[in-house]
Structure formats: structure tokens, C-alpha cells
């Protein structure tokens, strides 16, 4: 009777399903997400935060800022982040005219594929304002938008225990919303990479709207 038992118990147990390409020790992962840079005294120590928590990490970089600090991008993009379009002025599309909504977009683009050579894929509307004209648009110019699951609020400069705190309560496949530019934030990556990987989540990539393996 107590082998049928363990025989049905066992038959009926099903394993938390893990990705087919996870990393060992990863049954999950989360995407770190950097908005609103480059930032000529953040975006290097940002960096190199990352490299050391071997941690990789998608930054919506601002037009007129990649233009103005382009080694900061091509820095970026080496350290094998992703680089994804945060608009040319960082303003609110939904109030944009069709052109100007245009415009934002398509010159971010074109700044971004200059200093890189890659085109980007990914695209975050400032403020998460969006609409079903600005997420056309960014399908029109062969971008996926991209919001997220977990906002740390980091640009309110709350202390580095408290970012680490929400970017740690993400769970498998979330996108977690932080800034360039705040010395917290940078202060934050090892505790961030380090609680996430306590609960078998890894930095990933965003595929399809959420976070996947890099």
C-alpha cells in the first residue's frame, strides 16, 4: 500500500517547468532595464557594476544624449548590453503630433545605427505614455515596445536597500524599470544580481514583451 502510495505521488508530481536553454542555476530570468542615458559621470561606473555581477542589462539610451556622449553608447554596446530607442527628447508622445511622433522615434534610430552600427529592436515610450498610435509606430519602424513589470522608482532617489528591494520582487520574465544617472542605482547592481540570483532568476534579454535567456 505504501509503494502504490509513493507511486501515485510521484506520477502526480510535476517539476516547475525551467527553460529549455536555461544557464545552470537559472529557472528563470529578469531583465534589467536602464532608461534615460548616457550619463558622462554614471554610465561608465553603470557599466562596470554589470561586468562585475556578470550581469548584462538592456539601456534605453535618449537621442540628443547618445549624440552628445557617443563613446558612452559604443562603450555600452561592447560591454554586451542592449541597446534599445528612448526617443529623441524624452517627451510625452500620446500629446505628439503624428509627425513629431515620427520624428522622435526615427531619429533615435538613426543616431543610435550611426554610432553602432547595429540597428535597434526595442523601444520604451518616456513615462510608459503610450497609446495604440505610438505602438504602431514603433511597429512601423520595426521596433518592439517595451514596458515593464517592476518599477523601482530609482529617479525619486530612495535609498540603494529600498531599489534593491522592489528590483528583487520581480519574478521570472519581468522587466524592471531603473535610470541612468543616479549613483544609488549604480550602487544597487551587486545586491540587485545578487538577491535575484538567490531566487534562481538571471539578468536576461526581452524577447516578446518579457525576459528570456541572453
Request: a positive charge.
Amino acid at each position: 500500500m505504501l509503494l502504490r502510495t509513493l507511486l501515485v505521488s510521484a506520477v502526480l508530481f510535476v517539476a516547475p517547468a525551467v527553460p529549455a536553454n536555461a544557464a545552470p542555476g537559472c529557472s528563470g530570468y529578469v531583465a534589467l532595464t536602464y532608461d534615460d542615458g548616457p550619463y558622462a559621470q554614471f554610465t561608465r561606473p553603470l557599466l562596470a557594476a554589470l561586468r562585475s555581477a556578470r550581469a548584462r542589462a538592456t539601456f534605453f539610451d535618449i537621442g540628443t544624449r547618445a549624440k552628445e556622449h557617443p563613446d558612452l553608447v559604443r562603450a555600452t554596446a561592447r560591454a554586451g548590453m542592449w541597446l534599445g530607442n528612448h526617443t529623441w527628447s524624452h517627451p510625452f508622445l500620446t500629446r505628439a503630433t503624428p509627425d513629431e511622433l515620427s520624428k522622435e522615434i526615427a531619429s533615435t534610430q538613426d543616431e543610435l545605427r550611426r554610432i553602432t552600427g547595429r540597428v535597434p529592436t526595442l523601444f520604451r515610450p518616456p513615462y510608459g505614455d503610450t497609446n495604440a498610435a505610438v505602438a504602431a509606430e514603433a511597429r512601423r519602424q520595426g521596433l518592439d515596445q517595451v514596458l515593464w513589470t517592476v518599477d523601482t522608482r530609482d529617479w525619486t532617489s530612495p535609498p540603494t536597500e529600498e531599489i534593491v528591494r522592489s528590483a528583487t520582487s520581480a519574478t521570472a520574465g519581468g522587466i524592471v524599470l531603473m535610470h541612468d544617472g543616479y549613483q544609488n542605482t549604480v550602487d544597487a547592481v551587486p545586491l540587485v544580481v545578487q538577491g535575484l540570483r538567490a531566487k534562481g532568476l538571471c539578468p536576461g534579454r526581452i524577447s516578446g514583451g518579457r525576459a528570456v535567456a541572453p
